[in-house]
């Protein structure tokens, strides 16, 4: 069945960086849009970043446009979410998600029918 798996979540001082990974099973990439979202205590889930099947256009969130890149190794069926620079308001659980889409990205959380289990990203010193 269809798995997404995150990792490489963890505790890291502002300024600091960390690459986030999700390893998808249970299907390919080709055919999908790979998203990461993030929701913090008190807060709902917000879309950080995405990157479309089709031509691996890539979309940021205003808030960590330049600091965060997504990338994709489709030979590993992998995706992931490097994180540079980081703030203490990025602290939240974040979670890969899967959408069946050939072109783009949905707007809508709502539209990613798979999800992982989450990665707890804690920024402070």
């Known amino acids: 069945q269809v798995q997404l798996v995150e990792s490489g979540g963890g505790l890291v001082q502002p300024g600091g960086s960390l690459r986030l990974s999700c390893a998808a099973s249970?299907?390919?990439?080709?055919?999908?849009?790979i998203g990461w979202f993030r929701q913090a205590p008190g807060k709902e889930r917000e879309g950080v970043s995405c990157?479309?099947?089709?031509?691996?256009?890539?979309y940021y969130a205003y808030s960590v446009k330049g600091r965060f890149t997504i990338s994709r190794d489709k030979t590993q069926n992998m995706v992931y979410l490097q994180m540079d620079s980081l703030k203490p308001e990025d602290t939240a659980v974040y979670y890969c998600?899967?959408?069946?889409?050939?072109?783009?990205?949905?707007?809508?959380?709502?539209?990613?029918?798979?999800w992982g289990q989450g990665a707890q990203v804690t920024v402070s010193s």
């Open positions: 998600a899967a959408v069946s889409a050939i072109f783009g990205c949905p707007s809508l959380t709502s539209a990613f029918g798979y």
């Open positions: 990157i479309s099947s089709s031509d691996g256009a890539t």
């Open positions: 249970g299907f390919t990439l080709d055919g999908y849009a």
